[in-house]
């Protein structure tokens, strides 16, 4: 089993303890953050294994690449501490297991990811993929399993990774074009901090889909429209793809409302400690999240990830904003339709 790459003598000259004290589920100062973390880089039992919510803020919070959500996943595991209940986690286990049966499409050097999710045999219509819409890997054979940091199994993430690798690899694939950015930030993040080497060159959607964009410069029609930009947990692990959402609405003429709850400060669909954590936190964290977005004036709300949107979308509708994956609003800019829609609320979105 590969080890996780962390360095605790980083953390003893870090004096801000960014990881815990810019965390957004504990108020922590500075003296108890030190406290509490030391703690858990020495195995010892802190409350904070117990009170994160698995947000993944705090990989992006450390400045120093240091990991230190992927140490508490580590830590809740020694400790057998449950972040979800145990049937959901074992639920999740069993579902995504490898079994050897390839779900591909005609797939050449460059190939799309759908991960496990359906959403984008949806999304996925157009000219944005004109030559490679056919080159597709889905499913549990190619399911980067980064989920199961919400679920306190670093074991299982090492376990599968390596096949995940393989299989990929299998299929020739140079260049894989990561459409749910958790691909991107586990073959990025994670399987580096675990020394778990990556054979082929990842790409993350948002860099594909401002190239393309780039290409049908022509045909953009600008939307004029005001979006916001709902961040979800796995942005955190590839922060430096934050960019292209202002890039690719500079060129669709789509204006990134500036409001409390994005960038650093983002607040991810909160579904996933729903049971854990109890409905009363999801509920505030989603309230929060849908009024900041109401009090900026946002026409649209912008999704990357399709399991926010699954959390929050209907929600969205309800507070009277358009909720929109970010694939659908770059085909709105060349004159197609949105793809992913609520089915019982398409007339209104
Ligand atoms: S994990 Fe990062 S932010 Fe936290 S104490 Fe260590 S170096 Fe500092
Ligand atoms: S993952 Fe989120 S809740 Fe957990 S310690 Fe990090 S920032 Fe806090």
């Not at 039992?45 to 919070?61: N, P």
């Not at 580096?192 to 029609?221: C, M, R, T, W």
Request: hydrophobic letters at 40%.
């Amino acid at each position: 089993m590969p080890e996780l790459k962390f360095d605790k003598t980083k953390c003893t000259g870090c004096k801000a303890v960014s990881c815990l004290v810019k965390c957004q589920y504990m108020n922590l100062d500075r003296n108890k953050a030190k406290k509490e973390w030391q703690k858990v880089i020495n195995g010892e039992d802190s409350f904070v294994l117990e009170a994160c919510t698995t947000c993944y803020a705090c990989e992006e919070y450390c400045p120093f690449g240091n990991h230190p959500f992927y140490l508490i996943v580590e830590r809740q595991e020694e400790k057998g501490i449950l972040p979800a209940p145990r049937p959901i986690i074992t639920m999740w286990i069993n579902q995504c297991q490898p079994v050897g049966r390839f779900m591909v499409g005609k797939v050449e050097e460059r190939a799309l990811s759908y991960c496990f999710m359906p959403q984008f045999n949806t999304l996925v219509k157009g000219k944005l993929f004109d030559g490679i819409a056919w080159s597709v890997i889905f499913g549990q054979e190619f399911f980067c399993n980064a989920v199961y940091l919400h679920y306190a199994r670093a074991s299982v993430i090492k376990d599968r990774l390596f096949k995940v690798m393989d299989n990929i690899k299998k299929q020739g694939i140079k260049e894989l074009v990561c459409l749910h950015d958790e691909c991107y930030g586990t073959f990025t993040s994670l399987a580096p901090a675990y020394g778990v080497e990556v054979p082929f060159k990842p790409i993350h959607y948002f860099q594909y889909l401002n190239d393309k964009l780039k290409e049908l410069k022509s045909e953009i029609k600008p939307l004029n429209a005001k979006a916001a930009y709902q961040r979800n947990c796995s942005a955190r692990l590839c922060p430096q793809t934050d960019h292209y959402v202002d890039d690719i609405f500079g060129l669709i003429g789509v204006e990134r409302l500036k409001r409390e709850y994005d960038k650093e400060n983002g607040l991810c669909c909160a579904e996933v400690f729903r049971m854990a954590k109890g409905p009363a936190l999801a509920d505030d964290v989603q309230k929060r999240n849908i009024d900041d977005m109401i009090k900026v004036g946002a026409e649209y709300c912008v999704f990357n990830c399709p399991a926010c949107w699954d959390s929050l979308a209907e929600k969205v509708v309800k507070a009277g904003i358009k909720p929109i994956h970010m694939i659908d609003l770059c085909k709105l800019a060349i004159g197609e339709e949105q793809t992913l829609k609520l089915p019982e609320l398409a007339l209104e979105v």
